[in-house]
């Protein structure tokens, strides 16, 4: 049964003290190679019930991409959609829909508003017309009027964006037929304050919220976040965690937004974790002192993994039906 290497917490000393001399301790990606040996050597270490356990894969800036509108649902149109997620991704889920801009024959150009025609009912069949279509565009098309023609297909794909977030670390089962999300792993620098604690978790959240989006089957995710060397576990559901059908801002750190009905899904707040609840990843002795205006950082010890942080390695683990790690003296 493998074990954790005996020489990997004298390795992780070395790195955080390498990290503290040069002064990044603030520095985020510092902390990756660090993180992306431990993860390593976790789940190369899983012992009883970990038959599968080498079709683990830790996998960094993995690109989680999800298909959205461009533009929100208009509520006056599609009233229930606002409030009713799964009629909203029955919308956002209908490959045959067509998406033309709200009052697209006004003035106003400028609309943030779709309203969406399902063309399930049509008495055409689309498919028939191909031929006669293409012949009409490329008639257009020669004719200068090209502009003025265009598809359901293309009307769509104008409504219809891809947008993605990065998590630093996704473990994953793989086998031939299947990938299963074991975990998804945020990774932030020190120091730990209430505005950190928040965001990691508010972008946790949205992680977990594409990833449901990305692999429809898995109800529950759980995600690791380590600030510095404290870490904290959520483990969160697929009912409490819904994003918007249209596109978020550009920032990897905004999470979904809820709605003011509480009795909705998509409008149930999870609580942030408050600090207290974060815990050491490691049983060490860190000497920190001021040395001519700058911090001294001295990493004296680092033993071993924590009690706290091997439950709950082990607590995700064993809910992935990969067994627990064999932790030997680390």
């Not at 965690?241 to 709605?259: A, R």
Request: net charge negative; charged share 30%; aromatic share 8%.
């Amino acid at each position: 049964m493998p074990t954790i290497r005996e020489n990997l917490m004298s390795t992780l000393k070395v790195l955080f003290q390498k990290i503290y001399d040069d002064d990044e301790s603030n520095l985020e990606y510092r902390y990756y190679e660090i993180w992306n040996m431990a993860l390593i050597e976790l789940t190369s270490s899983l012992g009883v019930g970990s038959i599968d356990a080498c079709k683990i894969t830790v996998s960094p800036q993995w690109e989680l991409i999800r298909e959205v509108l461009k533009y929100p649902l208009d509520t006056y149109i599609v009233p229930e959609a606002e409030n009713d997620s799964e009629k909203g991704e029955s919308y956002l889920a209908n490959l045959s829909m067509e998406a033309t801009k709200h009052d697209s024959d006004s003035s106003d150009k400028d609309s943030d508003y779709l309203t969406i025609d399902l063309i399930n009912g049509s008495d055409t069949d689309d498919s028939d017309n191909d031929a006669d279509n293409d012949a009409d565009n490329d008639a257009d098309n020669s004719s200068g009027n090209g502009s003025d023609n265009v598809s359901h297909s293309d009307a769509s794909s104008q409504k219809l964006a891809t947008e993605l977030r990065k998590p630093d670390f996704i473990l994953f089962h793989v086998t031939d037929a299947s990938r299963r999300v074991i975990l998804i792993v945020e990774v932030k620098p020190e120091e730990l304050t209430i505005e950190t604690s928040e965001d990691v978790y508010r972008q946790a959240e949205t992680q977990a919220g594409f990833a449901f989006d990305v692999w429809p089957q898995e109800m529950v995710i759980y995600s690791l976040m380590l600030v510095g060397r404290k870490f904290y576990l959520e483990k969160f559901s697929r009912a409490k965690v819904q994003l918007s059908h249209h596109k978020l801002k550009q920032f990897d750190n905004e999470s979904y937004k809820p709605t003011k009905n509480s009795t909705n899904r998509r409008g149930i707040k999870s609580s942030l974790p408050p600090l207290s609840k974060w815990m050491d990843v490691f049983d060490e002795t860190i000497v920190t002192q001021q040395k001519g205006g700058r911090t001294i950082t001295d990493v004296i010890a680092m033993k071993r993994f924590t009690k706290n942080f091997k439950r709950a390695i082990n607590k995700v683990m064993i809910h992935s039906g990969m067994g627990s790690v064999s932790w030997g003296n680390c």
